[in-house]
T-cell receptor, first 114, second 117 residues
Framework: KAGVTQTPRYLIKTRGQQVTLSCSPI?????VSWYQQTPGQGLQFLFE???????NKGNFPGRFSGRQFSNSRSEMNVSTLELGDSALYLC?????????????FGPGTRLTVL | AQSVTQLDSQVPVFEEAPVELRCNYS??????LFWYVQYPNQGLQLLLK??????LVKGINGFEAEFNKSQTSFHLRKPSVHISDTAEYFC???????????????FGQGTILTVHP
């Protein structure tokens, strides 16, 4: 069974630009969560989608948004990039996003903002 | 609100020695507990999880963890480590029940385990 895939793996942008990251979950998984990982703040939860609906959201500004398609693939978008947005962005999929569900993580997208 | 504290940011150890990575959590509700491992340039992989039942949980690669409710701890142990265990380890919790927990894990800051030959 193929794992969670994320594209692109690496991305370099400049301040003020916007970026879209993509995540394809494991087949059959309907929940996709996104996390930001930085050396200073560690792993922080961005949001979760299930059946094309955002069910949960972390404490990030509105510049961070996402969506999920009918095939469960998900994208996250960051607008008006700031230097502090440089991070590894991880997506994780699970069967239903329940609190007991194992989340399977992708390899991440490394975003560098110059 | 939840919080997870991993008491050691770095743990160096020699090969074949035992190791313990410490994790304490704080939550106003009951939680599920997880340990994940992250190898360089990779995503996170689940080592083990505590949902209910026996407080001693066994996971992959010879790791185990013990849930201590009174001390709100979930320490990870391995009796004999290998060079290949060198990685960063994360303790995480999720709230039991309720919409605020959908798809959300709260992570500790991570412990870098370095195994020396």
């Amino acid at each position: 069974k193929a794992g969670v895939t994320q594209t692109p793996r690496y991305l370099i942008k400049t301040r003020g630009q916007q970026v879209t990251l993509s995540c394809s979950p494991i087949s059959g998984h309907r929940s996709v969560s996104w996390y930001q990982q930085t050396p200073g703040q560690g792993l922080q939860f961005l949001f979760e989608y299930f059946s094309e609906t955002q069910r949960n959201k972390g404490n990030f500004p509105g510049r961070f948004s996402g969506r999920q398609f009918s095939n469960s693939r998900s994208e996250m978008n960051v607008s008006t990039l700031e230097l502090g947005d440089s991070a590894l962005y991880l997506c994780a999929s699970s069967l239903a996003g329940g609190d007991w569900d194992e989340q399977f993580f992708g390899p991440g997208t490394r975003l560098t903002v110059l | 609100a939840q919080s997870v504290t991993q008491l050691d940011s770095q743990v160096p150890v020699f090969e074949e020695a035992p190791v313990e990575l410490r994790c304490n959590y704080s939550s106003s509700v009951s939680v599920y507990l997880f340990w994940y491992v992250q190898y360089p340039n990779q995503g996170l992989q689940l080592l083990l999880k505590y949902l209910s039942g026996s407080t001693l949980v066994k996971g992959i690669n010879g790791f185990e963890a013990e849930f201590n409710k009174s001390q709100t701890s979930f320490h990870l142990r391995k009796p004999s480590v290998h060079i290949s265990d060198t990685a960063e380890y994360f303790c995480a919790v999720s709230d039991r029940g309720g919409g605020t927990s959908y798809g959300k894990l709260t992570f500790g800051q991570g412990t870098i385990l370095t195994v020396h030959p």
